[in-house]
């Protein structure tokens, strides 16, 4: 069990106090571990001109999570991706994936139109350690026209290796 340290003095000296613990106790305090089993969640865009910028297989179209340090690995609980906002269709249905993950995601564009849809789906993806997840351009013809945005819903851990 963690132990804090004591305060003594005015309530102004107690935030002043408490704020110059080091990171680890207030970490401990507030209940945030580094590593562990702590499910943490992000929401990231991906608009429709960074899609169209990744015009060759192998670019990078984002970074959706960045790497996680030196020792330390993603696990992907669940990723969701939402198509919205979209005007006009995108004229081809590349192959976009995870880099460097190992699991079950899939992004397609087949078919998604103007209407909002769920467009991928993952659970239990993970990364190689100290990789960063990057949406790429794997395969196919790049789209050359379209718009609509892109939403990831991610529920990830930061695990040590």
């Given at each position: 069990?963690?132990?804090?340290p004591?305060?003594?003095?005015?309530?102004?000296?107690?935030?002043?106090?408490?704020?110059?613990?080091?990171?680890?106790?207030?970490k401990?305090?507030?209940?945030?571990?580094?590593?562990?089993?702590?499910?943490?969640t992000?929401?990231v865009?991906?608009?429709?001109?960074?899609?169209?910028?990744?015009?060759?297989?192998g670019?990078t179209?984002?970074?959706?999570?960045p790497s996680?340090?030196?020792?330390?690995?993603?696990?992907?609980?669940?990723?969701?991706v939402k198509?919205?906002?979209?005007?006009v269709a995108?004229?081809?249905?590349?192959?976009?994936?995870?880099?460097q993950?190992?699991?079950?995601?899939?992004?397609?564009?087949?078919?998604?139109?103007?209407?909002p849809?769920?467009?991928?789906?993952?659970?239990g993806?993970?990364?190689?350690?100290?990789?960063?997840?990057?949406?790429?351009?794997?395969a196919?013809?790049?789209?050359?026209?379209?718009?609509?945005?892109?939403?990831?819903?991610?529920?990830?851990?930061?695990?040590?290796f």
């Open positions: 069990m963690a132990t804090y004591e305060y003594r003095g005015t309530p102004r000296n107690f935030t002043w106090q408490f704020l110059n613990q080091p990171l680890s106790v207030l401990a305090a507030c209940g945030i571990t580094d590593g562990g089993s702590s499910n943490l992000t929401t865009t991906v608009t429709a001109a960074e899609v169209l910028a990744a015009t060759t297989p670019d179209v984002k970074t959706l999570l996680p340090g030196a020792g330390k690995y993603l696990l992907v609980n669940v990723i969701v198509f919205k906002d979209a005007t995108f004229d081809q249905s590349p192959a976009y994936g995870l880099t993950f190992q699991g079950n995601f899939t992004l397609n564009f087949f078919g998604l139109g103007t209407t849809d769920i467009a991928g789906y993952g659970n993806v993970i990364a190689e350690v100290d990789q960063s997840l990057d949406l790429k351009f794997n196919g013809t790049a789209p050359s026209a379209g718009d609509g945005n892109f939403i990831f819903e991610i529920e990830y851990q930061i695990l040590d």
